[in-house]
T-cell receptor, first 111, second 114 residues
Framework: TQLLEQSPQFLSIQEGENLTVYCNSS?????LQWYRQEPGEGPVLLVT?????EVKKLKRLTFQFGDARKDSSLHITAAQPGDTGLYLC???????????FGTGTSLTVIP | GAGVSQSPSNKVTEKGKDVELRCDPI?????LYWYRQSLGQGLEFLIY????????KSGLPSDRFSAERTGGSVSTLTIQRTQQEDSAVYLC????????????FGDGTRLSIL
């Protein structure tokens, strides 16, 4: 059972375009993290959101946690080739120690 | 180094052999996670260590998989009698402690079972 579904699975856009990646679940999470992973490397944390409705901005990246803490989105403004990578969301279970990772969104930004 | 270190970076072995993967976490981090990642996919939780507490083994896919963490630092993931479906990248992450703490990942071990 995949608790976190990400969409789209693949995304190829031109430099300068905007994009949004979605992370959806029917489960409630105590917190949610977004990571970016490049080939041959481990994921690197971008942000952690904890409060329902929370919005965090990191330069051109805007992260939102849904009011019910079941879903999240990542919006990138004016994408750059350096944004290319696999974007992963991860939800922390309300009980226990697990983080449930999403299915991933592979982003390619074409110069 | 300052980051999480995993070895070997690549491992190719024959079906039926045992393999041992190593993770050296960031010094002082009490939490340690093992994950498995198939090509271009999300991460599958395997096991979690927190300090001296009993590990959370709920993600281990079969009894062929086991993990230890000695002295609260280095961890080894062992896969016995490997199968072709075990082929994947095995990632280790460490964190400062509380569950909401950011996880710092190593670059993984790419395991290929022939």
């Amino acid at each position: 059972t995949q608790l976190l579904e990400q969409s789209p699975q693949f995304l190829s856009i031109q430099e300068g375009e905007n994009l949004t990646v979605y992370c959806n679940s029917s489960s409630v999470f105590s917190s949610l993290q977004w990571y970016r992973q490049e080939p041959g490397e481990g994921p690197v944390l971008l942000v952690t959101v904890v409060t329902g409705g929370e919005v965090k901005k990191l330069k051109r990246l805007t992260f939102q946690f849904g009011d019910a803490r079941k879903d999240s989105s990542l919006h990138i403004t004016a994408a750059q080739p350096g944004d290319t990578g696999l974007y992963l969301c991860a939800g922390a279970a309300n009980t226990g120690n697990q983080f449930y990772f999403g299915t991933g969104t592979s982003l390619t930004v074409i110069p | 180094g300052a980051g999480v270190s995993q070895s070997p970076s690549n491992k190719v072995t024959e079906k039926g052999k045992d393999v041992e993967l190593r993770c050296d976490p960031i010094s002082g981090h009490t939490a340690l996670y093992w994950y498995r990642q198939s090509l271009g996919q999300g991460l599958e939780f395997l096991i979690y260590f927190q300090g001296n507490s009993a590990p959370d083994k709920s993600g281990l896919p079969s009894d062929r998989f086991s993990a230890e963490r000695t002295g609260g630092s280095v961890s080894t993931l062992t896969i016995q009698r490997t199968q072709q479906e075990d082929s994947a990248v095995y990632l280790c992450a460490s964190a400062g402690g509380a569950r909401a703490q950011p996880q710092h990942f190593g670059d993984g071990t790419r395991l290929s079972i022939l």
